[in-house]
């Protein structure tokens, strides 16, 4: 009913930039909130970067100054600019959509299915 697909990823070497999108789609009335996760083997899914809807955006430190989420409401639309990548950001990007589907329903979360991230010479 509520599909988020992400795009962007790839290899790119330390120092260099990446732009990751992430179109949520089908059954939307509102979006709460907009979020990005990585994960890598062996390691809990942590959350890189969050806009609340109209509000507060929030940053894990290790990316806070390189990091920069970003949103396009009209296309239901997310973004993360990420520069000054390390190896250590390598990993499986999700994106993470706070999602109303009429109006007075309660918000779900949905996932995408992640979007591969390697920064390495």
């Known amino acids: 009913q509520v599909q988020l697909v992400e795009s962007g990823g790839g290899l790119v070497q330390p120092g260099g930039s990446l732009r990751l999108s992430c179109a949520a789609s089908g059954s939307i009335f509102s979006i709460a909130s907009m979020a990005w996760y990585r994960q890598t083997p062996g390691k809990e899914r942590e959350l890189v970067a969050l806009s609340i809807t109209g509000g507060r955006t929030n940053y894990a430190d290790s990316v806070k100054g390189r990091c920069t989420i970003s949103r396009d409401n009209a296309k239901n639309t997310v973004y993360l600019q990420m520069n000054s990548l390390k190896p250590e950001d390598t990993a499986v990007y999700y994106c993470?959509?706070?999602?109303?589907?009429?109006?007075?329903?309660?918000?779900?979360?949905?996932w995408g299915l992640g979007t591969q991230v390697t920064v390495s010479s």
């Open positions: 993470n959509a706070g999602v109303t589907t009429y109006r007075g329903f309660p918000t779900n979360y949905y």
